[in-house]
């Protein structure tokens, strides 16, 4: 059933670190009492939930029957402006634990009812996931971290974080402690303290997706672009080799680049063919596993 009202709710819940995490809530607009389930959508490094168009992807999976909670991660950088990183003290610690903590903590939310709607019914014991990115990475580790995630798709993801930390980075926080990322879309210099890669060593056994993602046995999906340069689809195809779920899929999209060929700020009035594409495996994925 497609659904032709979406209600948004905006709000923040607290952190395990006591800052909030802003999110979005898409919920079909339908009759009081109809349950829906949960589908967590999880930004990348350096994104955010109103990156590009993110929001609309969330509106047009609320569209097919389900709740959709958007959020920034706690530590993203990203404050009150909702785009622009101006909590740049903040994104330089911004740590793999924290972003599944901060996943734990709006699962225990939408769990306690902290996150709700009151005309309509959560599912929160069948929960989906889609991530792009590093957002991707960490879905997979969330998805074998709480049980009450039951299904999963992620876009472009990294499967092991800790091989995408160059030379030049580790020498960098091995002398000063912090390294320089740019962030190319708007030439801003943000700094990545050291704590950052320590947390992702220390603790890979539990953070490194292509480690968590063996103990995927919910459905999965993995979806990439052909001519992603910034991860190579060959990380997707590694996620997917190693999950050993009697449901999973792969799908590598023709043209595709590490977005599927948007951009931000996004202004079209249409997706790109092959952000559709993607957004269609990804509801159809939902759909029938999910539901």
Not at 4 to 22: F, M, N, R, T
Not at 144 to 157: D, G, H, K, Y
Not at 207 to 212: D, Q
Request: include cysteine; aromatic fraction near 10%.
């Amino acid at each position: 059933m497609s659904y032709s009202s979406i209600a948004k709710h905006v709000g923040s819940v607290q952190s395990k670190e006591d800052l909030p995490i802003y999110y979005d809530l898409y919920t079909p607009v339908t009759t009081p009492g109809t349950v829906f389930s949960v589908i967590l959508f999880v930004h990348g490094f350096k994104g955010f939930k109103d990156w590009g168009a993110f929001p609309d992807a969330c509106e047009e999976l609320a569209r097919a029957g389900f709740a959709v909670l958007a959020f920034n991660h706690s530590k993203n950088g990203v404050g009150e402006s909702m785009t622009d990183f101006d909590q740049p003290e903040l994104f330089a610690k911004q740590p793999l634990s924290g972003d599944m903590g901060d996943i734990g903590s709006l699962i225990e939310a939408l769990k306690n009812k902290e996150i709700t709607n009151d005309k309509v019914i959560f599912d929160t014991d069948q929960i989906g996931i889609v991530g792009h990115s590093r957002g991707g990475h960490t879905a997979v580790s969330a998805a074998a971290e709480f049980p009450e995630i039951q299904c999963l798709v992620t876009w472009s993801a990294v499967s092991d974080y800790n091989a995408r930390w160059s030379k030049e980075m580790i020498a960098d926080w091995n002398k000063k402690g912090f390294t320089e990322i740019k962030n190319s879309r708007t030439g801003q210099i943000l700094k990545l303290d050291v704590d950052v890669y320590n947390d992702a060593i220390d603790n890979a056994p539990r953070l490194m997706a292509i480690n968590r993602v063996k103990d995927l046995h919910i459905p999965s999906m993995f979806i990439a672009g052909k001519k992603d340069e910034a991860v190579s689809h060959n990380e997707t195809e590694k996620l997917y080799r190693n999950c050993p779920s009697d449901h999973k899929e792969i799908r590598l999209i023709d043209n595709a680049g590490h977005t599927f060929e948007v951009s931000h700020p996004f202004e079209e009035e249409d997706f790109p063919s092959e952000f559709s594409e993607a957004l269609d495996l990804t509801e159809g994925w939902f759909l029938e596993y999910l539901k």
